[in-house]
């Protein structure tokens, strides 16, 4: 079994920053991704963010050049700077092992006001 612990999400006015942290424990040999997504309130949830075990990263469009995902051993951080209104979202944590293998955080509130 696989937990996932997130932390670091809060409230922060337009323009200012939060760091997500998620922990990652459990019967994990290795994996193929991490990553942050995001569901708002009457949306469907959508990728934020994923970095691969080598390293590489890939951002959704609509935070490219803002956030910033890292990892250290099985914790995975998304560092997110010029924050907007439209990022308010429940942020969740995915570690994808392999098919059949994947899992979730509990969720993390993140809401900017404007």
């Known amino acids: 079994q696989v937990q996932l612990v997130e932390s670091g999400g809060g409230l922060v006015q337009a323009g200012g920053s939060l760091r997500l942290s998620c922990a990652a424990s459990g019967s994990i040999f290795s994996f193929n991704a991490m990553g942050w997504y995001r569901q708002a309130p009457g949306k469907q949830r959508e990728l934020v963010a994923t970095?691969?075990?080598?390293?590489t990263t890939n951002y959704a469009d609509s935070v490219k050049g803002r956030f910033s995902i890292s990892r250290a051993k099985n914790t995975v951080y998304l560092q997110m700077n010029s924050l907007k209104p439209e990022d308010t979202a429940v942020y969740y944590c995915?570690?994808?092992?392999?098919?059949?293998?994947?899992?979730w955080g509990q969720g993390t509130q993140v809401t900017v006001s404007s």
């Open positions: 995915n570690i994808y092992i392999r098919a059949g293998f994947d899992y």
């Open positions: 970095i691969s075990s080598g390293g």
